[in-house]
Protein backbone atom coordinates (compact mmCIF):
# COMPACT_ATOMS: atom_id res chain seq x y z
CA UNK A 1 0.00 0.00 0.00
CA UNK A 2 1.37 3.55 -0.76
CA UNK A 3 2.14 5.72 2.08
CA UNK A 4 -0.60 7.81 3.56
CA UNK A 5 -0.02 11.73 2.66
CA UNK A 6 0.42 13.88 6.27
CA UNK A 7 -1.99 16.48 7.13
CA UNK A 8 -1.97 20.13 6.52
CA UNK A 9 -0.04 21.62 8.99
CA UNK A 10 -0.46 25.51 9.78
CA UNK A 11 2.94 27.50 9.36
CA UNK A 12 4.19 28.67 13.30
CA UNK A 13 6.60 31.44 13.38
CA UNK A 14 8.61 29.51 15.86
CA UNK A 15 9.14 26.63 13.36
CA UNK A 16 12.74 25.17 14.74
CA UNK A 17 10.88 24.57 18.49
CA UNK A 18 7.92 22.22 17.55
CA UNK A 19 6.70 18.85 16.64
CA UNK A 20 3.95 17.24 15.14
CA UNK A 21 2.38 14.03 15.64
CA UNK A 22 -0.27 12.45 12.95
CA UNK A 23 -2.22 9.71 13.44
CA UNK A 24 -3.68 8.84 10.30
CA UNK A 25 -6.11 5.64 9.42
CA UNK A 26 -7.68 4.34 6.66
CA UNK A 27 -10.41 1.46 6.83
CA UNK A 28 -10.66 -1.32 4.42
CA UNK A 29 -14.24 -3.30 4.59
CA UNK A 30 -15.82 -5.31 2.89
CA UNK A 31 -19.89 -5.68 3.27
CA UNK A 32 -21.71 -8.80 1.55
CA UNK A 33 -25.02 -8.85 -0.32
CA UNK A 34 -27.09 -9.64 3.00
CA UNK A 35 -25.60 -6.61 4.58
CA UNK A 36 -23.08 -8.30 6.49
CA UNK A 37 -19.52 -6.73 7.60
CA UNK A 38 -17.42 -9.82 6.77
CA UNK A 39 -14.06 -7.80 6.83
CA UNK A 40 -13.31 -4.79 8.41
CA UNK A 41 -9.22 -3.31 9.17
CA UNK A 42 -7.83 -0.21 9.81
CA UNK A 43 -4.04 0.24 8.11
CA UNK A 44 -2.32 3.23 10.14
CA UNK A 45 0.53 5.73 10.01
CA UNK A 46 1.41 7.28 12.96
CA UNK A 47 3.70 10.69 11.00
CA UNK A 48 5.88 13.28 12.40
CA UNK A 49 7.22 16.26 11.46
CA UNK A 50 10.25 17.16 14.09
CA UNK A 51 11.59 20.73 13.97
CA UNK A 52 13.50 20.16 17.74
CA UNK A 53 17.28 21.57 18.47
CA UNK A 54 20.31 19.54 18.88
CA UNK A 55 19.62 16.04 19.81
CA UNK A 56 16.08 15.41 21.08
CA UNK A 57 15.53 12.26 22.85
CA UNK A 58 11.59 10.93 22.53
CA UNK A 59 8.83 8.29 23.58
CA UNK A 60 5.78 7.95 22.64
CA UNK A 61 3.38 5.42 24.45
CA UNK A 62 -0.40 4.40 23.81
CA UNK A 63 -2.91 3.73 26.04
CA UNK A 64 -4.01 0.65 24.34
CA UNK A 65 -0.98 -0.53 22.09
CA UNK A 66 -2.44 -4.50 22.34
CA UNK A 67 -4.56 -3.74 19.82
CA UNK A 68 -2.02 -3.47 17.44
CA UNK A 69 -0.78 -5.98 14.56
CA UNK A 70 1.89 -6.01 11.38
CA UNK A 71 3.74 -2.78 13.26
CA UNK A 72 7.04 -1.43 11.33
CA UNK A 73 9.08 1.09 13.07
CA UNK A 74 11.52 3.78 11.04
CA UNK A 75 15.07 3.13 11.43
CA UNK A 76 15.42 6.05 14.09
CA UNK A 77 13.07 3.50 16.71
CA UNK A 78 15.00 1.82 19.89
CA UNK A 79 13.61 -2.27 19.16
CA UNK A 80 13.78 -3.19 23.00
CA UNK A 81 11.73 -0.20 24.88
CA UNK A 82 8.78 -1.40 22.49
CA UNK A 83 9.91 -5.09 23.04
CA UNK A 84 9.35 -4.97 26.55
CA UNK A 85 6.89 -2.37 27.46
CA UNK A 86 5.53 -1.23 23.77
CA UNK A 87 6.95 2.18 23.92
CA UNK A 88 8.45 3.82 21.13
CA UNK A 89 11.57 5.94 21.93
CA UNK A 90 13.64 7.42 19.33
CA UNK A 91 15.66 10.36 18.15
CA UNK A 92 13.49 11.92 15.74
CA UNK A 93 15.34 12.93 11.95
CA UNK A 94 14.61 16.20 11.21
CA UNK A 95 11.17 17.52 9.04
CA UNK A 96 8.56 14.45 8.02
CA UNK A 97 8.69 10.74 8.48
CA UNK A 98 6.79 7.99 8.88
CA UNK A 99 7.66 6.52 12.59
CA UNK A 100 5.12 3.92 12.56
CA UNK A 101 2.58 1.64 10.39
CA UNK A 102 0.45 -0.85 11.83
CA UNK A 103 -2.50 -2.78 11.02
CA UNK A 104 -5.72 -3.06 13.43
CA UNK A 105 -7.73 -6.45 12.64
CA UNK A 106 -11.47 -7.84 12.95
CA UNK A 107 -13.19 -4.56 13.78
CA UNK A 108 -17.30 -4.83 14.41
CA UNK A 109 -18.79 -1.83 12.83
CA UNK A 110 -18.18 0.70 10.21
CA UNK A 111 -19.04 4.30 10.55
CA UNK A 112 -21.74 4.77 7.46
CA UNK A 113 -24.09 2.17 5.52
CA UNK A 114 -24.63 1.51 2.19
CA UNK A 115 -27.63 -0.22 1.63
CA UNK A 116 -28.04 -0.92 -2.65
CA UNK A 117 -31.55 -2.39 -3.71
CA UNK A 118 -31.58 -3.74 -7.47
CA UNK A 119 -34.56 -5.42 -8.96
CA UNK A 120 -34.47 -6.07 -12.89
CA UNK A 121 -36.88 -7.78 -15.16
CA UNK A 122 -38.59 -6.76 -18.77
CA UNK A 123 -35.33 -5.26 -19.97
CA UNK A 124 -34.81 -2.66 -17.07
CA UNK A 125 -32.82 -2.92 -13.70
CA UNK A 126 -34.66 -0.43 -10.87
CA UNK A 127 -31.65 0.81 -8.41
CA UNK A 128 -32.02 2.48 -4.92
CA UNK A 129 -28.87 3.17 -2.61
CA UNK A 130 -29.19 4.69 0.76
CA UNK A 131 -26.49 6.04 2.74
CA UNK A 132 -26.46 7.01 6.14
CA UNK A 133 -24.58 7.02 9.49
CA UNK A 134 -24.37 3.49 11.29
CA UNK A 135 -21.53 4.53 14.27
CA UNK A 136 -21.10 7.57 14.94
CA UNK A 137 -17.74 8.61 15.31
CA UNK A 138 -18.53 11.95 17.08
CA UNK A 139 -17.11 14.06 14.79
CA UNK A 140 -18.16 15.00 11.02
CA UNK A 141 -17.79 12.33 8.20
CA UNK A 142 -16.78 14.57 5.41
CA UNK A 143 -16.30 14.21 1.03
CA UNK A 144 -18.70 11.16 1.22
CA UNK A 145 -18.98 9.21 -1.69
CA UNK A 146 -20.16 6.22 -3.97
CA UNK A 147 -18.81 4.73 -6.60
CA UNK A 148 -19.45 1.55 -8.77
CA UNK A 149 -19.39 0.33 -12.04
CA UNK A 150 -22.28 0.01 -14.75
CA UNK A 151 -22.16 -3.22 -16.27
CA UNK A 152 -20.95 -3.87 -19.54
CA UNK A 153 -24.88 -4.57 -20.89
CA UNK A 154 -26.52 -1.61 -19.81
CA UNK A 155 -27.57 0.51 -22.78
CA UNK A 156 -28.62 3.99 -20.86
CA UNK A 157 -29.18 5.41 -17.26
CA UNK A 158 -31.53 7.95 -15.53
CA UNK A 159 -30.63 8.24 -12.52
CA UNK A 160 -31.32 11.04 -9.40
CA UNK A 161 -30.28 11.88 -6.19
CA UNK A 162 -32.30 13.91 -3.36
CA UNK A 163 -28.68 14.56 -2.18
CA UNK A 164 -25.00 15.47 -3.68
CA UNK A 165 -24.48 15.19 -7.51
CA UNK A 166 -24.40 11.85 -9.73
CA UNK A 167 -22.12 11.74 -12.39
CA UNK A 168 -22.13 8.63 -15.32
CA UNK A 169 -18.36 9.05 -16.81
CA UNK A 170 -17.43 7.53 -20.28
CA UNK A 171 -16.01 4.89 -18.51
CA UNK A 172 -19.49 3.90 -17.29
CA UNK A 173 -18.27 4.55 -13.75
CA UNK A 174 -21.33 5.72 -11.65
CA UNK A 175 -20.25 8.47 -8.89
CA UNK A 176 -22.29 9.92 -6.30
CA UNK A 177 -20.54 12.63 -4.70
CA UNK A 178 -22.72 13.45 -1.52
CA UNK A 179 -20.17 15.33 1.06
CA UNK A 180 -21.32 15.54 4.41
CA UNK A 181 -24.56 14.03 5.33
CA UNK A 182 -27.76 16.56 6.11
CA UNK A 183 -29.04 16.73 9.13
CA UNK A 184 -32.83 16.90 7.64
CA UNK A 185 -32.85 13.64 5.04
CA UNK A 186 -31.02 10.45 4.45
CA UNK A 187 -29.13 10.60 1.65
CA UNK A 188 -30.80 8.22 -1.58
CA UNK A 189 -29.93 7.52 -5.23
CA UNK A 190 -32.90 6.23 -7.56
CA UNK A 191 -33.37 4.94 -11.17
CA UNK A 192 -33.42 2.61 -14.05
CA UNK A 193 -30.61 0.86 -15.85
CA UNK A 194 -31.77 -0.16 -19.40
CA UNK A 195 -30.66 -3.35 -20.27
CA UNK A 196 -29.21 -3.89 -23.89
CA UNK A 197 -32.25 -5.16 -26.03
CA UNK A 198 -32.28 -9.10 -25.98
CA UNK A 199 -31.79 -8.83 -22.61
CA UNK A 200 -34.44 -9.23 -19.67
CA UNK A 201 -32.53 -8.70 -16.43
CA UNK A 202 -29.12 -7.93 -14.66
CA UNK A 203 -27.10 -10.89 -14.76
CA UNK A 204 -24.21 -9.23 -12.75
CA UNK A 205 -24.52 -6.83 -10.23
CA UNK A 206 -22.03 -4.24 -9.21
CA UNK A 207 -19.77 -3.63 -6.38
CA UNK A 208 -19.91 -0.18 -4.65
CA UNK A 209 -16.84 1.31 -3.65
CA UNK A 210 -17.59 3.69 -0.77
CA UNK A 211 -15.32 6.84 0.59
CA UNK A 212 -15.03 9.78 3.44
CA UNK A 213 -12.94 11.38 5.51
CA UNK A 214 -13.17 12.15 9.45
CA UNK A 215 -11.12 14.21 10.99
CA UNK A 216 -9.84 14.09 14.63
CA UNK A 217 -10.91 10.70 14.71
CA UNK A 218 -8.87 7.28 14.99
CA UNK A 219 -11.42 4.74 13.86
CA UNK A 220 -9.03 1.86 15.47
CA UNK A 221 -9.66 3.12 18.53
CA UNK A 222 -5.80 3.92 19.19
CA UNK A 223 -5.17 6.31 21.76
CA UNK A 224 -1.75 8.05 22.13
CA UNK A 225 -1.08 8.22 25.81
CA UNK A 226 2.10 10.81 26.43
CA UNK A 227 4.50 12.25 24.40
CA UNK A 228 7.87 12.03 26.33
CA UNK A 229 10.68 15.17 25.31
CA UNK A 230 14.08 14.54 26.94
CA UNK A 231 17.70 16.43 26.17
CA UNK A 232 15.83 19.67 24.95
CA UNK A 233 16.71 22.99 26.62
CA UNK A 234 13.40 25.04 26.30
CA UNK A 235 9.47 23.38 25.76
CA UNK A 236 8.71 22.61 22.21
CA UNK A 237 5.10 22.86 21.21
CA UNK A 238 3.84 19.53 20.43
CA UNK A 239 0.93 19.30 18.43
CA UNK A 240 -1.29 16.19 17.81
CA UNK A 241 -3.92 15.33 15.12
CA UNK A 242 -5.78 12.55 13.71
CA UNK A 243 -7.37 11.74 10.43
CA UNK A 244 -9.72 7.97 9.12
CA UNK A 245 -11.00 7.92 5.23
CA UNK A 246 -11.74 4.79 3.48
CA UNK A 247 -9.34 2.46 1.92
CA UNK A 248 -10.79 -0.20 -0.13
CA UNK A 249 -14.36 -0.23 1.43
CA UNK A 250 -16.55 -2.18 -0.66
CA UNK A 251 -20.78 -3.07 -0.45
CA UNK A 252 -21.39 -5.66 -2.51
CA UNK A 253 -25.19 -6.07 -4.17
Known amino acids: MQHLVSLEKSDLKNASNDIYV ?62 SSQILSFVPP ?10 VKKLKTVP ?13 CRINVLV ?19 PSCVASTELSSNCGTVNVLADKTCSWSIGKIPKDKSPALSGSLLLEPGLDRLHVFPVFRVGFKIMGVALSGLQIDKLGLGNLVSQPYKGFRALARAGEYEVRS
Open 132 to 150: GIRNDPGKPIDNIRVQFQL
Open 94 to 103: DGQFKLMSYR
Open 22 to 83: DLVEEMDAIINREGILVKCEIYGEIQVDSHLPGLPDLTLSFANPTILNDVRFHPCVRFRPWE
Open 112 to 124: IYVKPQLTSDAGT
